[in-house]
């Protein structure tokens, strides 16, 4: 399958899954390429965010997640507004429960992603240009991420950010990605990941 040119846009409010947004659920996506889109908030007075730009899949029970020789290329999340979250412009993997679920019940294999952003362009924080990991379990096997950043005030991890999560890379690459902070007292951490929880490296590399 290939989906293109996706916007979830709100003008006043939040914004979910550029693409694909799968609520309370789980999902298989195989031989397929999500490109070009994107999770905006245009302008609001309060907090707003602007989740998954290409994909966000909230699951629970036993739902699970499974993406394979796909792409995930060129998307966004952007807030415009003075303040708020921008998370994830590829894709946001969370779990209803708050707590990490099965081993493995989440995975990413053989797959590719590049040129993914996360921007804020006022006040707000920017996490993970490519994934963001909440309360889940993910092996990722044979991944490439690519030339994927994160800008804003506050910025938490320039190509991933996992929270409550256990994570397995086998034969993966992270290259040329940033976490950019703006203004002249902006904070950012972890250009590459950054891991609150556990993460275990085989044979992977971080350039």
Known sequence: STIEHCNAVARRGDAYGGAVYVFDGGMAIASSRIAYCSAVCLGSEWYSYAFGGGL???????????????????????????????RAGAALLTHSSRTSVAR??????????????ATHHQAGSAIAA?????????LLEDVEIRDCT????????????????????????ITSCAAIATGATGTAFGGGLLLYGSATFDNSSLF
């Open 104 to 117: 493995n019940s989440m995975s990413i294999k053989r797959c590719f992603i590049a040129g993914c952003t």
């Open 130 to 138: 490519a994934v963001s990991f909440l309360y889940v379990t993910c």
């Open 56 to 86: 966000y899949l909230l699951g629970s029970g036993s739902d699970s997640f499974a993406l394979e020789d796909s792409q995930i290329l060129s998307c966004s999340s952007t807030v415009q507004s003075s303040n708020g979250q921008v």
């Open 150 to 173: 994160s800008m804003g005030v506050s910025v938490y991890g320039g190509a991933m950010y996992a929270s409550s999560a256990d994570l397995i890379f086998t034969r993966c690459e």
